[in-house]
Nanobody, 129 residues
Framework: QIYLMESGGGSAQPGGSLRLSCAPS????????IGWFRQAPGKEREEVAI????????AYSDSVKGRFTLSRDKTNGTVYLQMNDLKPEDTAMYYC??????????????????????WGGGTRVTVSS
């Protein structure tokens, strides 16, 4: 089992930055799929960035590519989402999610979102002037 705790949400002005953190615990696996999703009021949940911590590139949604960066502290597994050049449309609840079974994604295909079945409680991000 894996547990996820997000932090770092808050308010920012357009063009500003925030950094979200996701601290995993309880997993006995070294590598697994983990990522960030968001859900704005009245909208469907949207994938933001997902990575397989073993090997492979991070997959970003087109809406955040070039502005958001996912990184990971290998010493403790904490995953960060650095959000720069924030826009009002980035306002949402942000959730960290991970694969509790540590499945290896298909070669060249990245992590299927269906792998990520364990969720944190979320952290709110508000971007407004």
């Amino acid at each position: 089992q894996i547990y996820l705790m997000e932090s770092g949400g808050g308010s920012a002005q357009p063009g500003g930055s925030l950094r979200l953190s996701c601290a995993p615990s309880g997993s006995r696996y070294r590598n697994y799929c983990i990522g960030w999703f968001r859900q704005a009021p009245g909208k469907e949940r949207e994938e933001v960035a997902i990575v397989y911590t073993g090997v492979g590139a991070t997959a970003y949604s087109d809406s955040v590519k070039g502005r958001f960066t996912l990184s990971r502290d290998k010493t403790n597994g904490t995953v960060y989402l650095q959000m720069n050049d924030l826009k009002p449309e980035d306002t949402a609840m942000y959730y960290c999610a991970a694969d509790p079974l540590a499945r290896i994604p298909p070669v060249g295909a990245g992590c299927p979102t269906t792998f990520l079945t364990t969720w944190g409680g979320g952290t709110r991000v508000t971007v407004s002037s």
